[in-house]
């Protein structure tokens, strides 16, 4: 009996000391818990050493009040679980005028709840810092604003330029742009895809510029066009973005442009260079306003379907659909020859002019449409042709379009909620 109670202890020892043993390599493999904090700042010194200092799941406010003429930059890197954010002390409390700006680089950072007002800086907002450009990075509940004149000046300027890839703006409001240059612009890299998504903002108005170069929003450029962006635009509100004809000018291949909303919006959402965008579930209000226009159609493999375009007074460019005539052997920054393009399942109430084929730019576009489709579209209009066709169409297939003299009670769409930050409301 004794024999068997010292085997017993010996075994309840050893079997303990495995059991210590197991948990001390478990605890060896945990990372130390980094306590986040805060930091109050109060002028760019004091955020220069914050962001120098800074570590993942921190924070740093700026204190209320006017931030006139400074420019901000960190670069550093949270993660995922803990980003690192860059706020103010109170939304909409933190005015940065002027020359003002923030750079931000590196990955996982927030910037939230900051005002930027008249600014004549290049870039208000930089998500990079040098040549480094921001990753997986967030702009939210900000807001750009403009109540000066509109400048007569050549500068050339943006709110907002996206480097890098995964950022993401969203609820934010731009509206008085003044100079030359896209209020919101992606810049692309040959050796990444961009991947941003834009969404839920208010892009508010913006005074005729009278020249090209004042896109509301930009994906790429004439030189990136043929790069793979992949960009999401998504639930934002246009209203009277009218800085030129493109209102949202796609330079770039794989973009998807979904359940935005364009209230009397003197411009288009242009598919200007690249391939392969989705353009699927936006409503086009024209309320009446001069010269508004829907969707226009450049370049390969594109899809136009589902859209709701109601009330609109614009012609040739600015027609409710219009897919353009191209340039034979086409640069990529001029007009690729549109192929194998879907228009399907839209529907256009009460247009001037609803689906426009063939329209040219000059006597080198002379390439009509070809591969492509229009389908399945319904056109309510006592006013002007239902498809106007300015070119060939014996290589499209046009079937189904269904006409009507009135509109449906519920052929209109809900209207999505108001977008743009809380406090600006």
Known sequence: MHQSNTFAVIHRRKLHARILATLLVQLSTITPIAWAKETLVANPAEFANAAKNVQAGD??????????????????????????????????????????????AGSHLILDGLWFQNPSTSDAIELRVDDTPATDCRITNCAVTDTRPLSSS??????????????RV???????????????????????????????????????????????????DSASSMLNATCIIEHNLFEK????????????????YRNNTFKAVSGTLTLRHGNGCRVENNTFLGEGAHATGGIRIIGENHIVT?????????????????LMLGIPNSAPSG??????????????????????????NGPETTLPPIGSEVSNNIIISPKGKVIESRCPVDQMVIKNNE??????????????E????????
């Open 59 to 104: 924070t740093i406010i700026l204190k209320n009040g006017l931030w006139k003429e400074k420019r901000l930059r960190i670069q550093a890197n949270g993660t995922s679980d803990q980003p690192i954010t860059l706020k103010a002390e109170t939304p909409g409390k933190v005015i940065l005028r002027g020359k003002s700006s923030i750079s931000v």
């Open 154 to 167: 050549k500068s050339v300027t943006r709110f907002i330029s996206l480097y890098g890839s995964r950022n």
């Open 170 to 220: 969203d609820h934010c409001y731009f509206a008085g742009k003044i100079t030359g240059g896209p209020s919101l612009v992606v810049w692309l890299a040959a050796n990444a895809e961009s991947s941003h998504r834009i969404d839920h903002n208010h892009f508010g108005p913006r005074e005729p510029l009278n020249k090209n170069d004042g896109e509301t929003i930009r994906v790429g």
């Open 241 to 256: 973005c009218n800085g030129e004809t493109e209102c949202i000018s796609n330079k770039s291949c794989g973009n998807i």
């Open 306 to 322: 589902g859209n709701y375009l109601e009330n609109l007074t614009g012609d040739g460019y600015r027609s409710g659909i219009c």
């Open 335 to 360: 007009y690729v020859q549109v192929k194998h393009a879907k228009v399907t399942a839209n529907t256009l109430v009460n247009c001037e002019h609803n689906i426009l084929i063939g329209m040219n």
């Open 403 to 416: 006409t009507r003299q009135k509109s449906p009670n519920d052929v209109r769409p809900a209207l999505p």
């Open 418 to 425: 108001p977008a743009g930050p809380t406090w600006e409301r």
